[in-house]
């Protein structure tokens, strides 16, 4: 999907809101256990409650491997669910693989020409050429991981180098030199909202992936407030406060409620900031 | 498998030899195309040829992802195979995995209990949170990235702080506040055989995981003199050298071959070393 027809469909929907689909085989209600394909179930549920209110889905790769074969059924059937009833949807692979290039170059046919997904997270930290294999496929896009939420992040991606510069300011100036902003974002965790500026410094015009809002503390109106650019450059992530609002048999109806109540709040925004 | 078991093997084989099982389709020999499972049965002469003179196997994830529910069918079996009918190898799951935590602990069950390998890659970016997870699982370890052999490896894990530390060194010290070196190893590549000197200045005890001896173009003898330590310390990988010595239908006994004269090699050097 290129950029200017994500920017259409947040305008349209009022939303920038990307639903993980991250189905724990141990914490779905428990009567789609009798289904062939629970997680499957699962999502199709969760999807046909949600879709209104977001433009993108993520799986989160881990969520369908954790069950071998099975998980990767699942995880193909809920892909190609989405490519056929609703392919306005952007389709992320959660999946923070990099490699050395030709191995990078598998990754890239499998989840671009056999699964068909239209972005897939990556790390960084083989550099350049455990990249840029992802790159050059029309309408695909490279999701770099640059700052994320997690308590981890500080180990490694605030180190400075001598003129103060941080790992993930190096990471996102770095790859720019390989992939335009059509055809790159960047992860950054919603838990630090006042870091949405020093980003923007670095990354005016990209595209960014927040995940955390929500479950993991992020608030919505600071991401909004330091990270919106005129054609919004963001996908806002939420997982576990969707697809798990409810345990019992309105699992899905309750998820539908949750993407709702987001999309308002984003609507809101999105009108404050005059890009609707 | 404990780390003294794996010493054993070292010693009694004289080797010190881990075989990358990277299977491609489009160059394994054609006449297996008309087996049921291509990859499996390629993997399976493979090890069976190569097995006297290797202590470790390490199927990188991405070839068989890559062919979707077919790959990872290979690889499952490909792993039953070895602990049947080869106990004594060392199983390496190359995934550069490394999620947050609640993520990383669904890859860890994956990997240690639904796959049963004794050892994953995962990828530090993401810090202690996406690594911890792996850790705590009796025998089994984390190879955590440290220097890679590609090209791109220069971006980011050489950049220093102020004191003059590079990343990867910030990577070594700071993850073995996380574990013991019985449970966590490091990936070095080996095109930078100088390099090993410092490795050993900050992880003096741990067990190195060396890619890119052969195809990547690193020298066995460097790798030795900086990086051997009195339990050896070394797994020295080659994967295309090895599983692709021949295209024609005597690939497995000159995959044999090839793994006997690195065996050699790395005999004389244990030697030498008077480690054996």
């Known amino acids: 999907m290129k950029r200017t027809e994500l920017v259409e469909n947040i305008k349209r929907k009022e939303s920038f809101l990307c639903v993980g689909l991250d189905p724990d085989i141990k914490k779905i209600p428990q009567h789609l256990l009798r289904e062939e394909n629970p997680l499957f179930a699962f999502n199709k549920a969760i999807i046909d409650a949600t879709a209104p209110y977001c433009v993108a889905y993520k799986p989160n790769l881990a969520f369908y491997e954790s069950l071998g074969v099975e998980g990767w ?62 790159l050059g496929y029309e309408g695909k896009w490279v999701i770099l991981l640059a700052l994320t939420s997690n308590k981890g992040s500080h180990d490694f991606q605030l180190i400075e180098d001598k003129n103060g510069k941080r790992l993930f300011e190096h990471v996102i100036t770095t790859s720019q030199k390989w992939a335009t902003p059509d055809e790159m974002m960047y992860v950054v965790g919603a838990t630090q909202g006042s870091m949405f500026k020093d980003i923007r410094n670095v990354a005016p015009q990209s595209f960014l992936l927040v995940p955390g809002v929500g479950a993991q503390g992020g608030s919505l109106e600071e991401v909004a407030r330091y990270g919106m650019i005129p054609d919004c450059g963001l996908l806002v992530n939420s997982s576990r406060g969707i697809i798990y609002a409810s345990s ?29």
């Open 73 to 134: 059924i699942a995880l193909e059937r809920t892909v190609k669910y989405l490519k056929e009833n609703h392919p306005d949807q952007f389709i992320i692979a959660d999946a923070k693989r990099g490699d050395i290039g030709n191995t990078s170059m598998l990754y890239a046919r499998s989840f671009f020409e056999h699964l068909d997904v239209d972005a897939i997270t990556v790390a960084p930290y083989m550099g350049e050429d455990s990249v840029t294999p992802f």
């Open 248 to 276: 019992g048999e309105d699992f899905a109806e309750a998820a539908g409620k949750e993407a709702e109540k987001l999309r308002d709040q984003m609507s809101a925004l999105l009108k404050s900031s005059h890009i609707i």
